[in-house]
């Protein structure tokens, strides 16, 4: 593999963050974080609750970004006590904390509607996907709020990206469970806007809204989706396209909004495929 060292403009040079589910080699925190690391990130804390690809993760990025810095961590992202201290551990070893990606998440049940599905798988989903949003918030904007002259932070402020997706907007095949906690995820974003600025903290929230985006992550009949109109649904590197976007300074002022990436499939359904 070829060293990078940061083709991009700089878009985040000197910036510090965090990113739960980080752990897959396809997956979308995997790759947002190259994307940022292209763009001169200066620190990423990289999370997941399975270490099991770390040391090939941080082969790759030292290998092709040594002007950044990497540290893996082992830890629930639904776990208070890990993401306060890893808030606290980005301001102690680097001054500073600009950006949290909370991406974490699971599909849930998959039941195939809710008359099968358990009260606690039901909860459980609830629990990991809107609950790591939810501490994001609760530790990250705090943290992201501290200035520090000798780290280069002279302004407070900057930004959180929750993971939602299109299937919090509108019902569809996915879990009932998963489409509730991204619905949430939806009304997080706002309310977090919304407390932040009353907090005159500086940062910002919002949530992006992908479809079916085909990594790992997705049961056998949502990669057929996937499969039969790639050049409906996104791929992991569109995303990551648009996290960058949230997460740097060009979008100021969008805060409390919901970014969908579905290529406008969410606003309807094509009658072709009720003949299938
Ligand atoms: N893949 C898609 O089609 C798609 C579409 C829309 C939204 N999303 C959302 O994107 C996010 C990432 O999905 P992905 O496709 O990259 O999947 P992925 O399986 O590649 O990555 C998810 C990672 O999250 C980790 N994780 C799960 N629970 C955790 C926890 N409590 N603490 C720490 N880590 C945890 C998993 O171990 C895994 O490594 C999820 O929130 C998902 O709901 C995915």
Partial sequence: MSEKTSTGAGRLRGKVCIVTGAGTL????????????DEGIRHVYAVDLNPTNFGVLRETFEEMYPASNITFVQGDATNENVIKSLCDRALEETGRLDIFFANAGTFGSQSPSYDQTPLADFVECLRVNVGSAFLALKYA???IAKTNEA????????????????????????????????AAVHHLAMSGAYHNNNRGTGVRVNAVFPGPAGTDFLPAP????????????????????????MASDESAFINGTTITLDNGVTNGYFLESLLD
């Fill in 26 to 37: 396809r997956g979308i925190g995997w790759t947002t974080i190259l994307r940022f690391a």
């Fill in 151 to 182: 780290s280069g932070k002279l302004d407070a402020g900057g930004s959180i990206i929750l993971m939602g997706s299109n299937s919090g907007l509108r019902a569809n095949s996915t879990p009932v469970e998963y489409g509730a906690s991204k």
């Fill in 222 to 245: 949502f990669q057929a989706y996937v499969a039969k109109r790639p050049d409906l649904f996104c791929s992991p590197s569109a995303i990551a396209n648009t996290v960058l976007f």
């Fill in 141 to 143: 904007s705090s943290a």
